[in-house]
């Protein structure tokens, strides 16, 4: 059984900074693509951060102020959000792409707050 946890949400003044973490624990084999989504109430979830072995990719929306990483041997993702806007107030989840034993699946982890409020 494979889990994904995040950590690191919360409230924050436009400006600020939070970061996001992504543990992944369980059996799992090997962990291909990691990505952070969210969704804004009203809207459709979207796609903030990606990583790979070798790359990194972005929404226009956050370039220049987002950075994600990863910590493969902790099976650990984060996001540093800077200069954080209130556009940027959302439900955040992370999701991974595992092998394990029965074969490659496509996970999520539970979702956390960020709200960008003064």
């Known amino acids: 059984q494979v889990q994904l946890v995040e950590s690191g949400g919360g409230l924050v003044q436009p400006g600020g900074s939070l970061r996001l973490s992504c543990a992944a624990s369980?059996?799992?084999?090997?962990?291909?693509?990691m990505g952070w989504y969210r969704q804004a109430p009203g809207k459709q979830r979207e796609l903030v951060a990606e990583?790979?072995?070798?790359?990194?990719d972005y929404a226009d929306s956050v370039k220049g102020r987002f950075t994600i990483s990863r910590d493969n041997a902790k099976n650990t993702m984060y996001l540093q959000m800077n200069s954080l806007k209130p556009e940027d107030t959302a439900v955040y989840y992370c999701h991974a792409d595992i092998s394990v034993d029965s074969g490659r699946y496509d996970y999520w982890g539970q979702g956390n707050q960020v709200t960008v409020s003064s």
């Open positions: 369980g059996s799992l084999i090997s962990i291909w693509r």
């Open positions: 990583i790979t072995v070798v790359s990194t």
